[in-house]
């Protein structure tokens, strides 16, 4: 193990303070519920083609089936998309069709729990040593790990994006920088070994690549106990800044590896796989315990909240179970850099790629826009008097009036990409979708930081998505 | 402390409620009356705006700061500039200042109700950048004609704030300067505090005094002294700016402490600001030592006299007619420098500053074009 260089990082981006209602430390395990909804539709790329889209495995229980905790009930090898799990046990009492949080409509399975919490039992393998390649991705596979981004796991079956041998690093993000996430941080503390083991599981099931680990350099103790715990030649740690969004794959792998990936394209055309934590912490439970991927960590927080915590859920699980606002808030389902508001709390429940659910509350009128001096206010400006150490207030307010594009470039200095935002989203708004290619569009990772520091209040990161939306349209 | 916050967001809901009600009310009258609503709008849009509105797409999370903050900024950091001008011409500044503001508004408040749209705050940056700018003796009349030429030919006519292609102040300033030319470069006075007095309260120069008294001798700005009889005026004169010149223009200390404010608070790009004056230091240096019968004054008289350090720290920042990637930023800024240099010592006008932000002007969208970011994401592979 190597600690590489020193404290790297990106152009562009933003520093974001500690906002008021992050989760309190010390993970909080949330028990089963008593009903699960779990829609069927991942999103996924196109193999080959990289290009982002949906996949729904079709359902392989119907009504009135029993099913058992980390039982397969949808799957399909030929698509981009991993198995699902039930999540819970008990019988399946609906399969309806639903929008989906993040849009199109689903399939959605709708479990009522018997309160049993019975495993399916599968082989557990207390030394994974000896275990293949292949036997390994086919276990990572059925046990869903697969794609916990947006990109799937390279497996012997249909279900990867990425060839098999031509992947040359294998990356682990360990740094979240997104305001109001940090699950995985608790997740590293309490599960070490676990994510040790696991990552050892993930690099034997790519051929024993090269790892690198990126990492906040705040975390001392971490990458010092990483050192002793991975004492070979083949794991990089890489302390990293906090800056938003270093824990982007395009971002983390440009500053750690200076790989470029494409635009619009995934890491893997580039040789490099990028996991997170808790995908390391799955693999080791689906190879060594035999358990499918069926709960996460999901940090739960916001100032709308009594009780902001670090929260592993089940799958499934519908948010009204879990939440309760204080006060008239918005939910935002995914984190509040890119997630969606929730309306209905009932309906809508944990995904398996949610990392974050936040609630702020909304803003309060102020007499004019100038007076406070704002003690606690966060900026990419430095335009308020901010005192250094305090929490800073979050609420969901645009803080501003929408007005015409003031040319100020902010969105320019901040783009991790590169990008000019609004010349793009100009363009897209116009149609232009030519000029929009010759700027790169595919290359925005909609990070969102375009539109947080715009003092215009111009969404300019929804404009580039309609634009590649409108893009995608016209390619069909 | 939770009370006093309570106290004052009730407060502020109250008065945008009896706003919104009087804006409704007119709104519903038509006619003349009706159109008037857009004021009351912008009254509670764009000088009180302590807005409560929530966001509608993701980022849920927004920046704290929104176009009246922005454009707050530059005002604050003229304050100290406007105090200093009633120091050296007295109280008349005000009024110069007042009667910018009052036709500067109207002329936008009228653009407001024929067009129907919203009032933005820009135009009250730009009567300030405008007034400081102008000299001492100015009559009021032009200051009016100036500005109400600023505001429709400069900015009006393309669409408002935002659409402008030139610096809105600057093409008030610059259309006194050709159309009055005599008023506009020649009649300069000398401050006030260099009338010797027995008054124990001399040191308050201009706070004293209305106006110079009307026989007072006109003189010349130093950078005239220096083009036409090689007198060079004391460093210390120039960095405290007691001399001659426009209203808000001659203190480089206020410079300083202005660059601080707007550079730090990120306002101002040091992109613009830092490399304009970095350019007119350079080039009049370089010029200088080329040509010196020409190129009368060395780099730091360059950069210290006329409305260099103000037009580098107030005009050529106005972000909207300034390049907005950071390499075209340090483009424009070169740009300017050198032509201040050029036009100053090549042409009748001393003032090159306002010629050559005007003509950087010209250059952003070329300069925007050629210099676009290059995206990181690398080349697709086949
Ligand atoms: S253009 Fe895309 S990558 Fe760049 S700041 Fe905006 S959302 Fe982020
Ligand atoms: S941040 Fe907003 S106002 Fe500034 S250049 Fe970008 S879109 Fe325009």
Known sequence: MAVVGGLSTFKGGHYFGDFEGRPKSDLQVFRPPKRALIPLRQQGFIRGEHIKTWAEPKALVAVGDMVKTGQIIARDDEALCSPVHATISGKVTAIESQEHPFGESTQVVIIESDNKDDWVELDNHADFTGLSADTLSQILYETGVTGLGLEGFPSAFNSGMAEPGSIKHLVINAIQTEPFVDGDEDLIYDEFDKLVTGIRILRQALGNVEVHIGIGWNKPRIIEEIETRIPQEWCYVHPLKDK???????????????????????????????????????????????????????????????????????????LNDFIKLSEDGSTVLGGVMRGVKVADLKVVSVLRDTKSIVALKHPRKALTAVSEPGFRRDSYTNVYAVIPGLTKIADDGLHGMDRACVRCGYCFDVCPQNLAPITIADHAKQDQLEDCKELDIGACVECGLCSYVCPSKIPVMTLIQEGKAKIAEEEG | MKRLQDLHHNLADKIDNG????????????????????????????VLGGTNKTVKQAPYLRDSIGMQRYMIMPIVVCIPLLLMAIYLYGWRTMVVVGVTYAFGVLAELIFVMVRKHEITEGVLVTCMLYALFLPPTIPLWMVAVGIVFAVVVGKEIFGGTGYNIFNVAIVGRAFLLISFPVELTTQWLEPLTFAASSDSLSWLGGFLHFASSPDAATTATPLQLMKFEGEVTPFLDLFLGIRAGSLGESSMLLMLIGTAILVGSKIADWRLTVVMMLSIGAFGQFFNLLIPDVFRGDGLFMMMTGGAFYAALLHITDPVTSCMSQKGKIILAILVGLLTVLIRNLTGYNEGVTFAILIGNMFVPLLDRMTLPKSFAGEAKT
Do not use: W
Request: with cysteine; hydrophobic share 40%; net charge negative.
């Open chain 1, 244 to 318: 938003y969004p270093q824990g982007e794959d395009e971002v983390l792998l440009r500053t750690i590896l200076d790989l470029s990936v494409p635009a619009g394209g995934v890491p893997s055309q580039v040789g490099a796989l990028v996991c997170d934590v808790q995908q390391a912490v799955a693999a080791y439970d689906a190879v060594l315990e035999g358990k499918p991927f069926v709960e996460r960590v999901v940090s739960v927080s916001g100032t709308a909240l009594q009780n902001p915590s670090n929260m592993k859920l089940r799958i499934g699980t519908p």
């Open chain 2, 19 to 46: 706003l919104h009600s009087l804006e409704e009310g007119l709104r519903k009258k038509g006619g003349f009356v009706g159109r008037f609503d857009v004021i009351v709008e912008g009254v509670r849009d764009a």
